[in-house]
T-cell receptor, first 113, second 111 residues
Framework: DADVTQTPRNRITKTGKRIMLECSQTKGHDRMYWYRQDPGLGLRLIYYSFDVKDINKGEISDGYSVSRQAQAKFSLSLESAIPNQTALYFC????????????FGQGTRLTVV | EDQVTQSPEALRLQEGESSSLNCSYTVSGLRGLFWYRQDPGKGPEFLFTLYSAGEEKEKERLKATLTKKESFLHITAPKPEDSATYLCAVHGSSNTGKLIFGQGTTLQVKP
């Protein structure tokens, strides 16, 4: 089983719909992240959480919200999806300290039509 | 503002043709520079962490080096299975645990 699991792996949704992407991890890490990947733009940070009671905005948080339900679970919501949110989304975790490597999930390919 | 720039964007090599990928960075107080490999449709996979100028790390045909302004990923005698996108990321003291990524270099190794 993967250490960082994202569901769903692929999703097509319509403009204006609410959608939730889920992430769970078995690494026992406190820190969790949501990134978005677009061709030519690399990975950009949407939100991050350093523990269950901590939520922080990343560089592109507009149009997104998150929930840290437990140490192992971190979900990303698009309240009203729009076509330019079509992208590959990755969840990641890292150990406390921040200078250790991040472990990534397999990604969710989201298409908004 | 912390920044990471990778070059070239794409690189085509013949099998056995060695080359280097570049990662230039500006960061206040480097706490770590990371190299990842990403295969199509998959999440990035960790390769190396470098912490200070002069440090080097090796894994099979890959060797990562670090200076105060850039890092190189040297690929020696590459094989087709080395084809992937290679991502560089930095963690600076001002980013409190966040990784800032470059755009990546897509490597294609032809047999």
């Amino acid at each position: 089983d993967a250490d960082v699991t994202q569901t769903p792996r692929n999703r097509i949704t319509k403009t204006g719909k609410r959608i939730m992407l889920e992430c769970s991890q078995t690494k026992g890490h406190d820190r969790m992240y949501w990134y978005r990947q677009d061709p030519g733009l690399g990975l950009r940070l949407i939100y991050y959480s350093f523990d269950v009671k901590d939520i922080n905005k990343g560089e592109i948080s507009d149009g997104y919200s998150v929930s840290r339900q437990a140490q192992a679970k971190f979900s990303l919501s698009l309240e009203s999806a729009i076509p330019n949110q079509t992208a590959l989304y990755f969840c990641a975790t890292s150990d406390t300290g921040g200078h250790t490597e991040a472990f990534f999930g397999q990604g969710t390919r989201l298409t908004v039509v | 503002e912390d920044q990471v720039t990778q070059s070239p964007e794409a690189l085509r090599l013949q099998e056995g043709e060695s080359s280097s990928l570049n990662c230039s960075y500006t960061v206040s107080g480097l706490r770590g520079l990371f190299w990842y490999r990403q295969d199509p449709g998959k999440g990035p996979e960790f390769l190396f962490t470098l912490y200070s100028a002069g440090e080097e790390k090796e894994k099979e045909r890959l060797k990562a080096t670090l200076t105060k302004k850039e890092s190189f990923l040297h690929i020696t005698a590459p094989k087709p299975e080395d084809s992937a996108t290679y991502l560089c990321a930095v963690h600076g003291s001002s980013n409190t645990g966040k990784l800032i990524f470059g755009q990546g270099t897509t490597l294609q190794v032809k047999p």
